[in-house]
């Protein structure tokens, strides 16, 4: 099927044409018209630098991995989705019967394709077909911009989840971006009491100040371990600490601000190796918890927004038209710090 799409050509690249794209609707998909979709920091980082780790771009691809829309058509085994839904997509495909999925852990599949990460085409194009039992339905409550907001919504959850949260934590999030402000949300509808998140940016951290709960901390004013020991009392520390940022710098910090047997979740990805104090986190006996991506908790994610739990309206900084995609991935790639998330609509 010949479609229009934006297609990263190649490193710094854009296009807005007609590419082929799969078009076997099986027994156990849907075809999904798709409304709107985020532009991911993942999408941009190819854009910008052609490659993320291991995964390079090396023929033109469709970018976007957070969508929105509505069903068009399901396969003849589906039953739990009807055309005329609107729906929200979770961009990981697994095989189902691989070790990992076998577990539950089907996000470490080795073979799992992911959209819009070399080779898998992406989802900026208005149709898609798509494993059913990855497709969610979004109730009446939720908007498309909130679906397609339930992707990078659900690495908080997921980092949430490894945390093994309790009610009335007291936590850290390292990092204002739009992860971290993720992170803090789903830490909030974990139970926690209050989220410190540390950036120092100060229009992202008042974007995170806006939100009940959160404390910001700009750590070029004051020190993170300074603010948890005041919260937390002097050398003790918070519950949790989720690293966010991706820098390498913050390690000393995270390990510092955990109390003892408490937890760090690494989700921030640092572009080099890092050093890490081993044994001071051994002299409190941290845990250590690892975030890629998420497993199970698309349908949770779904739910809280529903209920009014959790409110990512907010942090939609700008829409933009499928025809000014382009221009929005510039956008993106100038990182305004007032931008939290732009999105691109196929539907206006
Ligand atoms: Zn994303």
Redesign the pocket.
């Known amino acids: 099927m010949k479609a229009k799409a934006l297609v990263l050509e190649k490193k710094r690249e854009l296009s807005l044409r007609e590419i082929d794209l799969p078009d076997h609707l099986g027994p156990d998909d849907v075809r999904v018209h798709i409304h709107t979709v985020g532009i ?1 920091g ?1 999408d941009v980082h190819y854009y910008t630098h052609g490659q993320i780790g291991p995964f390079v771009v090396r023929e033109p691809m469709v970018l976007g ?2 969508a929105s829309g509505v069903v068009t058509e399901v396969g003849r085994n589906v039953s739990h989705l009807h055309v005329g839904e609107r729906v929200c997509m979770e961009p990981g495909i697994p095989d189902p019967n691989s070790r990992a999925a076998k577990l539950g852990v089907y996000n470490v599949d080795p073979s799992v394709r992911f959209w819009a990460t070399p080779p898998v085409h992406g989802c900026l194009t208005p149709e898609v077909i798509h494993p059913a039992a990855f497709t969610f339905a979004l109730p009446e409550s939720v908007s498309f911009a909130e679906g397609a907001m339930i ?2 919504f659900a690495i908080g959850m997921q980092a949430v989840v490894k945390a093994r949260m309790q009610p009335g934590d007291v936590c850290v999030v390292t990092g204002a971006g739009p992860i971290g402000l993720m992170v803090a949300l789903a830490a909030l509808a974990g139970g926690a009491s209050e989220v410190l998140v540390s950036d120092l940016v100060e229009e992202k951290l008042a974007i995170a100040g806006r939100y009940a709960g959160i404390t910001p901390i700009n750590v070029s004013h004051e020190s993170l371990r300074e603010a948890v020991d005041k919260r937390c009392g002097q050398d003790w520390g918070a519950d949790v600490v989720f690293e966010a940022s991706g820098s390498p710098k913050v390690y000393d910090d995270i390990l510092s601000c955990a109390r003892p047997a408490g937890a760090i979740v690494l989700v921030g990805m640092p572009v080099e190796p890092v050093t890490f104090d081993i044994v001071s986190a051994q002299a409190k006996e941290l845990r250590i918890e690892t975030v890629f991506r998420y497993a199970n908790v698309y349908d949770r994610a779904i739910d809280l927004i529903a209920a009014g739990k959790v409110d990512l309206k907010p942090l939609i900084s700008e829409t933009f038209d499928f025809d000014q995609s382009i221009a929005a991935f510039e956008r993106a790639a100038s990182a305004r710090p007032h931008d939290v998330k732009l999105q691109i609509t196929l539907d206006a």
């Open positions: 991911c993942s991995h957070e992707e990078p």
